[in-house]
């Protein structure tokens, strides 16, 4: 019964996803505080997004209510699908870059606006450029690795769903 609990499953495929979005955030800050690299702020966004779907998949694992977990895959689809918008615009912005770029809003500058002004910015502090490619792992890029990762966490997160409703 253990084993073919659907609600267990579930939960542990939850589990794995915030576990699976906390190791590429840790490799992100790997290359960014070990390597050297500087985080642009489409980058950052993309952590963010990464921490949301860690949080809320990771949330989810632990709730052992079946009503929660529909609204947690439905989260972390949602959350991953933005996170991948962001990395595939900026593999484009990589592809074919502009003349004359500006990757935005100064992030630094609005995280600097919360409370948590002393913590965040250490992460999250981001100043490359959006359109350099800086470092690549069988010819793709971190944004490139990126989209594929978000993607993957999404196609897990519809198969929970479709298999949640399934259910039903």
């Not at 209510?65 to 990589?94: E, I, N």
Request: net charge positive; glycine share 8%; proline share 5%.
């Amino acid at each position: 019964m253990f084993l073919t609990n659907p609600r267990i499953q579930t939960r542990r495929s939850l589990g794995l996803l915030a576990l699976v979005s906390a190791a590429l955030l840790a490799f992100g800050l790997y290359l960014q505080h070990v390597v050297g690299l500087e985080p642009c702020p489409m980058c950052i966004v993309q952590r963010y997004a990464l921490v949301l779907v860690a949080l809320v998949a990771g949330l989810g694992a632990l709730s052992r209510r079946k009503p929660v977990l529909l609204p947690a895959s439905g989260a972390v689809l949602l959350l991953s699908g933005f996170g991948a918008f962001v990395a595939a615009r900026q593999s484009w912005l990589q592809w074919f870059p502009p003349e004359v770029f500006s990757c935005g809003r100064d992030f630094y500058g609005m995280i600097e606006t919360f409370p948590l002004k002393r913590a965040i910015p250490m992460i999250f502090k981001g100043s490359g450029d959006c359109t350099k490619i800086d470092w690549t792992f069988l010819t793709l890029s971190i944004a490139n690795w990126s989209f594929v990762c978000f993607v993957a966490i999404a196609g897990v997160s519809i198969w929970l769903l479709v298999d949640l409703l399934r259910r039903r």
